[in-house]
């Protein structure tokens, strides 16, 4: 529990990389399944009156909730509130995200959809 504290503590201050702790894990398949869970990307600007709401249903894997906020902050993006479920190997990630303060303009969306769709395939 120390060394997460630690590790945690060191990202948070900017003296270690998160790109580069989760590099040095080694990356090992998942179990096979009966039936893999197909991604989907779901953005919805009427369901809040402030943000614009993605949802992301994947299948789960280490570094997935990552890649995604990752990806939202790289297009300029702020994440308001996420809500995060799983069920078994599925997860159920929603967003609330804004840009500048607003509401994604349909651009935005279109871009944004389009760089969450190459994470998804990872």
């Known amino acids: 529990m120390e060394r997460l504290k630690s590790t945690v503590e060191q990202v948070v201050l ?24 197909d991604a989907t990307l779901h953005i919805d600007d009427k369901a809040s009156q402030s943000a614009t709401l ?14 995604i906020a990752s990806t939202i902050s790289s297009k300029g993006c702020s994440i308001d509130v996420v809500l995060i479920d799983t069920e078994a190997h599925k997860a159920i990630d929603v967003f609330y995200v ?18 969450l769709t190459v994470v998804l395939k990872k």
């Open 54 to 67: 993605i949802q992301v249903v994947a299948e789960d894997r280490p570094g997935l909730l990552y890649d």
């Open 14 to 37: 900017g003296r270690a990389d998160v790109n580069q702790l989760l590099g040095r894990r080694p990356r090992v398949p998942p179990p096979s399944r009966k039936a893999s869970i």
């Open 98 to 115: 804004t840009a500048a303060g607003q509401k994604l303009s349909e651009t935005k969306q279109v871009d944004l959809a389009q760089a």
